[in-house]
T-cell receptor, first 117, second 115 residues
Framework: GAVVSQHPSRVICKSGTSVKIECRSL??????MFWYRQFPKKSLMLMAT?????????EQGVEKDKFLINHASLTLSTLTVTSAHPEDSSFYIC?????????????FGPGTRLLVL | AQTVTQSQPEMSVQEAETVTLSCTYD???????LFWYKQPPSRQMILVIR??????QNATENRFSVNFQKAAKSFSLKISDSQLGDTAMYFC????????????FGTGTRLKVLA
């Protein structure tokens, strides 16, 4: 199946700094990528939809200036958490959409654990 | 509003036994896809099985099968011959075929397979 990678897998940073998380589709081109946030023992919460070459679409309640998304190519999307605070600590997961025979499937990255001190 | 409900927060099953996880959803769409994803302790989301709403035949993938009841808006997952490696969180998800292909996830069922 299709493979999606995320880097880094975990990061610890100081409050006030910015953190960039990369999401790559390794063996397919993804015109659409998605960013999720998952709290402990909870479901995935969609943060934004990222389309190659255009601005991301953010879900209600997600600050676009706080969570900057760039989808520069068909295989790479980045999420930058700006001026991170302890409440931003979470597990962030990306997914990339692949269309085969007119059927769309999302493949998920392994996630990035962010801890803000 | 479109919603996905998983009414079983936790379940357990003996190794080699069969277990069924329930999922119901609410939508006014006629065409959509349904999925079951597995999230083991590594937290990597893994696609287990998918079902197209226009297909009446229930999807199967080796030991995993679904019971799709479109009229009842029910989409349960049956795991046969449960293995220790099946221990994970299982999420039911829905995507309408129209629109932006955004997943709507259920709250998950934590399954523990007992030796």
């Amino acid at each position: 199946g299709a493979v999606v990678s995320q880097h880094p897998s975990r990061v610890i940073c100081k409050s006030g700094t910015s953190v960039k998380i990369e999401c790559r589709s390794l063996d397919f081109q993804a015109t659409t990528m998605f960013w999720y946030r998952q709290f402990p023992k909870k479901s995935l919460m969609l943060m934004a939809t990222s389309n190659e070459g255009s601005k991301a679409t953010y879900e209600q309640g997600v600050e676009k200036d706080k969570f900057l998304i760039n989808h520069a190519s068909l295989t790479l999307s980045t999420l930058t958490v700006t001026s991170a605070h302890p409440e931003d600590s979470s597990f962030y997961i990306c997914s990339a959409s692949q269309v085969e025979r007119e059927e769309e499937t999302q493949y998920f990255g392994p996630g990035t654990r962010l801890l803000v001190l | 509003a479109q919603t996905v409900t998983q009414s079983q927060p936790e379940m357990s099953v003996q190794e080699a036994e069969t277990v069924t996880l329930s999922c119901t959803y609410d939508t006014s769409e006629n065409n959509y896809y349904l999925f079951w994803y597995k999230q083991p302790p590594s937290r990597q989301m893994i696609l287990v099985i998918r079902q197209e709403a226009y297909k009446q035949q229930n999807a199967t993938e080796n030991r995993f099968s679904v019971n799709f009841q479109k009229a009842a808006k029910s989409f349960s997952l049956k795991i046969s011959d449960s293995q220790l490696g099946d221990t994970a969180m299982y999420f039911c998800a829905f995507i309408p075929t129209s629109g932006t292909y955004k997943y709507i996830f259920g709250t998950g069922t934590r399954l523990k397979v007992l030796a």
